[in-house]
């Protein structure tokens, strides 16, 4: 069984447990009866890495006002190959 998502506009989000790969593209609201359009959301968020969710929530935050880049990063000195046979190749 999945939990799927679907938004009302009234009432909000309404959560439906079906077989996966049945979801219904429109489900009538429990409480208006109205047809709620279904959420698509990232399966099993809480489970990710810390740093995967941080990432994805500053990602959602810069969505609609992304931040202002005020100067170009700093650039990384080269790193130089391993392998001594690559010396010898040209480079950017």
């Not at 959420?39 to 969505?63: H, K, M, N, Q, Y």
Request: with cysteine; proline share 17%; charged share 20%.
């Amino acid at each position: 069984m999945a939990i799927y998502q679907y938004r009302c506009v009234e009432h909000g989000i309404t959560e439906v447990r079906a077989p996966i790969g049945t979801a219904a593209p429109a489900w009538p609201c429990p409480r208006c009866t109205t047809d709620l359009r279904r959420v698509f959301t990232a399966p099993l968020l809480g489970l990710a890495p810390r740093a995967l969710v941080s990432a994805i929530d500053r990602a959602e935050a810069t969505a609609s006002a992304p931040g202002v880049v005020t100067s170009p990063p700093p650039r990384r000195p080269p790193v130089a190959p391993r392998n001594p046979a690559l010396r010898r190749l040209p480079r950017p």
